[in-house]
């Protein structure tokens, strides 16, 4: 079975840039996060999709950070204009639905470095 | 909201021993989950170990086993036999089931495995 999927590993952008981040999650499942995880500290929930739907957004900074999953599929997170305290590794998870279905599955993220 | 708190940036243990790290969490809700995480330097999340709220007995996993005591709301996990591989970062994390299994994540604790 074929993991999360994430690219690019690694981008370098200088500020007021914009960049774009794609996931494809594991088949099947549902539920899709994306995870903001600054050096040194644990990754904080940035957006959760079910199905092509947003679930929680809450802590998603909407002026300049937008995000996607057309068709319920793969997504797509976006900043723009980016900040230097944007840098950090961006983490895509997926989960199938329900309050059963506990483990989250992440992808290997994708380190932003904005200067 | 949920808080999770992890209060040892930073843990040696000599290769073979036991080690406890530790994690205490803060929440209202009658129905959580607890996770443990292991990130190593490569940046992947690696899901070790799952407790329920409402399971009676203490997770095990291999050499993993989590130390849950619901009344003073710690949830530590105890990794035996240590080797030079668990060098890595620890993430202790809440799954909050009312919002669609999204997770908490502490600040994480750094072991490291001493030959």
């Known amino acids: 079975e074929a993991g999360v999927a994430q690219s690019p590993r690694y981008k370098i952008i200088e500020k007021r840039q914009s960049v774009a981040f794609w996931c494809n999650p594991i088949s099947g499942h549902a539920t899709l996060y994306w995870y903001q995880q600054i050096l040194g500290q644990g990754p904080k929930l940035l957006i959760q999709?079910?199905?092509?739907?947003?679930?929680?957004d809450s802590q998603l900074p909407k002026d300049r950070f937008s995000a996607e999953r057309l068709k319920g599929v793969d997504s797509t997170l976006k900043i723009q204009p980016a900040k230097l305290e944007d840098s950090a590794v961006y983490l895509c998870?997926?989960?199938?639905?329900?309050?059963?279905?506990?483990?989250?599955?992440f992808g290997p993220g994708t380190r932003l470095t904005v200067t | 909201a949920q808080k999770i708190t992890q209060t040892q940036p930073g843990m040696f243990v000599q290769e073979k021993e036991a080690v406890t790290l530790d994690c205490t969490y803060d929440t209202s809700d009658q129905s959580y989950g607890l996770f443990w995480y292991k990130q190593p330097s490569s940046g992947e999340m690696i899901f070790l170990i799952y407790q329920g709220s409402y399971d009676e007995q203490n997770a095990t996993e291999g050499r993993y086993s989590l130390n849950f005591q619901k009344a003073r709301k710690s949830a530590n996990l105890v990794i035996s036999a240590s080797q030079l591989g668990d060098s890595a970062m620890y993430f202790c994390?809440?799954?909050?089931?009312?919002?669609?299994?999204?997770?908490?994540f502490g600040g994480g604790t750094r072991l490291m495995v001493k030959p």
């Open positions: 998870a997926s989960s199938l639905p329900g309050a059963d279905q506990y483990e989250q599955y």
């Open positions: 994390a809440m799954r909050d089931i009312e919002a669609g299994n999204m997770l908490t």
């Open positions: 999709f079910q199905n092509n739907g947003v679930v929680d």
